[in-house]
């Protein structure tokens, strides 16, 4: 069982260049979201999805973008790298419901020069 | 929005002692608590959660408190072992929007032999 898969791990952009960050979970689970993790700031929410087509923004969600066609899958697209996006990345999802319980990838170190 | 603050950033114990991280939160709507705990170069993983009907929870060496009317809740650590050390975060989730999660800036936790 593989849980939460991210690639890549690792990444470096130029600025202006554009990436996708993949996510995929094969726990069936409704709800996926992308947190970015910076040095004294935790975890911050960029975008959630509650189910396949539905996707809403979370708390910095500039210069970001997302799209859920499957259950499976939930990729990051970044359209134009900038220097203040070089963070940890990570996907987690979650059952809906009461238990809350979030399930993490081991994230993306991305650095953008 | 949720605001949930977490003090020390950073603790340092002798092995066999107890740590303490406490959190803050500012939403009275919020009802579950989840901490988080972040191994070097892993996702974090949920190693404990309490939610608001219930006023302390246990699982054998750690243990969560909550006081709803402070607004705060702790983690206690006791008898702390090497692998202990590791990076904990706080988490506080206001009722109805169960994918909202807002955590704490986290307290890197270090247990000297």
């Known amino acids: 069982n593989a849980g939460v898969t991210q690639t890549p791990k690792f990444q470096v952009l130029k600025t202006g260049q554009s990436m996708t960050l993949q996510c995929a979970q094969d726990m069936n689970h409704e709800y996926m979201s992308w947190y970015r993790q910076d040095p004294g700031m935790g975890l911050r929410l960029i975008h959630y999805?509650?189910?396949?087509?539905?996707?809403d923004q979370g708390e910095v969600p500039n210069g970001y973008n997302v799209s859920r066609s499957t259950t499976e899958d939930f990729p990051l697209r970044l359209l134009s790298a900038a220097p203040s996006q070089t963070s940890v990345y990570f996907c987690a999802s979650s059952y809906e419901g009461v238990a809350g319980e979030l399930f993490f990838g081991e994230g993306s170190r991305l650095t953008v020069l | 929005g949720e605001n949930v603050e977490q003090h020390p950033s950073t603790l340092s114990v002798q092995e066999g002692d107890s740590a303490v991280i406490k959190c803050t939160y500012s939403d009275s709507a919020s009802n579950y608590f989840p901490w988080y705990k972040q191994e070097l170069g892993k996702g974090p993983q949920l190693i404990i959660d309490i939610r608001s009907n219930v006023g302390e929870k246990k699982d054998q060496r750690i243990a969560v408190t909550l006081n709803k009317t402070a607004k705060h809740f702790s983690l206690h650590i006791t008898e702390t072992q090497p692998e202990d050390s590791a990076v904990y975060f706080c988490a506080a989730r206001p009722s109805g929007g169960y994918q909202k999660v807002t955590f704490g800036t986290g307290t890197k936790l270090q247990v000297i032999p």
């Open positions: 999805s509650v189910g396949a087509g539905i996707t």
